[in-house]
């Protein structure tokens, strides 16, 4: 089964304090669906269009979980927390295999 991913890339952030009460909802609802952060933050090299700013992702045992951790009730009063805090953009993509 094909693993999923979130890739988020902020373009703004506009409220950091915002962001980081998002940060200590969002962690804990993506570990109980089973979500590991691969990156987050860190050194980034941005190319073409690319903008070079926080970047995060996380792997889920399937593109399924990773589209339902997106929808739990403990990740959308993250997403209330972290209201309009931030531009970003947010995919859930499906792993190769």
Do not use: C
């Amino acid at each position: 089964m094909a693993k999923g991913y979130w890739v988020s890339v902020y373009r703004t952030i506009s409220d950091p304090e915002k962001l980081a009460a998002y940060n200590k909802l969002a962690g804990p609802a993506v570990r109980a669906a089973g979500g590991r952060v691969l990156a987050r933050g860190g050194r980034t090299v941005a190319h073409d269009a690319g903008i070079a700013e926080r970047t995060v992702l996380i792997e889920f045992d399937s593109f399924e979980r990773a589209v339902a951790a997106r929808e739990s009730e403990a990740y959308q009063k993250a997403l209330a927390a972290l209201s309009d805090a931030v531009e970003r953009d947010f995919r859930i993509i499906e792993g190769l295999d």
